[in-house]
């Protein structure tokens, strides 16, 4: 359950752009199930849209909804013996003084028993400033292919 980062135009480009380190250990803290530390990236003020393990969206409208989304997949990515690794593949940020947005595509791959699924997304995410932190605001993240292409119908069979 490793993050992996792999940039077609190198990472060096993406390390000095706002938010991409928090913006890594989001992902990071999906590929190793670590609630604890996502919850405190993150403060999901208007919600989030995020995907399921089918590829289809969900809609989290408020903190009490994350909290049991990211319980919930945490613990069937762990029922299904599942590993998810990210890769980030552009990246593209803009800060202000008390606010950010960001934009990651990325493809995250799950694995379950030998079979690896690909899904390439594009996430926009809006963060704030609380304090001296940052924090992550909106996350909205869109499916854009799969590989292989059919692995929504194949997934949905299993």
Same mark, same amino acid.
Not at 77 to 92: C, G, K, R, V
Not at 126 to 134: C, F, S, T
Not at 137 to 145: A, C, E, G, K, T
């Given at each position: 359950?490793?993050?992996?980062?792999?940039?077609?135009?190198?990472?060096?480009?993406?390390?000095?752009?706002?938010?991409?380190?928090?913006?890594?250990?989001?992902?990071?803290?999906?590929?190793?199930?670590?609630?604890?530390?996502?919850?405190?990236?993150?403060?999901?003020?208007?919600?989030?849209?995020?995907?399921?393990?089918?590829?289809?969206?969900?809609?989290?409208?408020?903190?009490?909804?994350?909290?049991?989304? *990211?319980?919930?997949?945490?613990?069937?990515?762990?029922?299904?013996?599942?590993?998810?690794?990210?890769?980030?593949?552009?990246?593209?940020?803009?800060?202000?003084?008390?606010?950010?947005?960001?934009?990651?595509?990325?493809?995250?791959?799950?694995?379950?028993?030998? *079979?690896?699924?690909?899904?390439?997304?594009?996430?926009?995410?809006?963060?704030?400033?609380?304090?001296?932190?940052?924090?992550?605001?909106?996350?909205?993240?869109?499916?854009?292919?799969?590989?292989?292409?059919?692995?929504?119908?194949?997934?949905?069979?299993?």
């Amino acid at each position: 359950m490793n993050l992996i980062i792999k940039n077609t135009v190198g990472k060096e480009i993406f390390e000095h752009l706002p938010f991409y380190n928090l913006t890594i250990n989001m992902l990071e803290c999906v590929s190793t199930h670590n609630f604890d530390v996502l919850a405190t990236i993150c403060d999901d003020d208007f919600g989030i849209i995020d995907l399921d393990t089918q590829g289809k969206n969900v809609v989290v409208a408020n903190r009490q909804e994350w909290e049991n989304w *990211f319980r919930s997949l945490f613990a069937k990515l762990d029922a299904m013996q599942a590993n998810t690794h990210s890769e980030i593949l552009n990246y593209q940020a803009i800060q202000t003084v008390d606010m950010g947005y960001s934009v990651v595509n990325f493809c995250q791959s799950l694995e379950v028993g030998g *079979f690896i699924g690909k899904f390439y997304c594009v996430a926009t995410i809006i963060w704030k400033r609380v304090e001296q932190e940052w924090k992550e605001s909106r996350w909205h993240v869109s499916l854009i292919r799969t590989e292989p292409e059919n692995l929504l119908q194949e997934t949905k069979s299993a």
